[in-house]
């Protein structure tokens, strides 16, 4: 998928490649682990100082379901129908076997799927880390609204694709309802 080969992860470690091949890429779609986005500095210009903290969460939840997709994907490379069409294992290739040698080879070749989301998330007046209220407004700030993956409380279990294009629908039809009640564009109240 994408622009970017997927061996450019592997490779970096010294992990063989080859021109052809195929690959199967478990994935942590409702991960434990929590990342943070913050200013680096007061300067608008500058770049998000971006830490996703991958396989941090305290339970291992996240290394367990990517060690498990890791020795599933053996599994169906096994059968039958795709045995015919698979070469060697290239990475993390047959001589990992235990937990610790997968979660070791996840930890250096891991990479996100490109759907940042998550990061200033909606919530009721109850939740103080809630950046933005129910109607999307971002507290604190007038007239401004975040209509992006980035307001979802959690990550849903599918590609979050599909409901960002929801959550942008449904802040159209709330800045419509806003326009014909005229309602004021007060900033929601900052929680403290």
């Avoid at 409702?30 to 500095?41: F, K, M, Y």
């Avoid at 994907?73 to 045995?83: C, D, E």
């Avoid at 159209?172 to 309802?177: F, G, V, Y």
């Amino acid at each position: 998928y994408g622009s970017v080969p997927f061996d450019m992860n592997t490779a970096r470690w010294g992990y063989p490649t080859t021109e052809n091949g195929f690959c199967l890429t478990p994935n942590v779609c409702r991960g434990r682990s929590r990342g943070t986005v913050r200013l680096r500095s007061s300067d608008y210009r500058d770049r998000a100082r971006v830490d996703p903290r991958y396989f941090t969460d305290p339970e291992g939840h996240d290394e367990r379901v990517m060690a498990y997709g890791m020795r599933l994907a053996r599994k169906i490379v096994s059968q039958p129908a795709m045995a015919e069409w698979a070469g060697a294992e290239l990475a993390p290739g047959p001589e990992a076997q235990t937990d610790d040698e997968l979660i070791d080879y996840m930890h250096k070749t891991h990479n996100t799927v490109y759907h940042p989301a998550c990061s200033c998330h909606m919530g009721p007046d109850s939740d103080p880390l809630a950046v933005v209220d129910p109607r999307l407004r971002v507290r604190g700030v007038r007239s401004l609204r975040i209509a992006d993956g980035s307001i979802l409380p959690f990550l849903p279990a599918i590609n979050p694709c599909i409901t960002t294009m929801m959550v942008g629908e449904k802040c159209s039809d709330m800045l419509k309802e806003d326009a014909q009640r005229g309602a004021e564009h007060a900033a929601p109240a900052a929680v403290s």
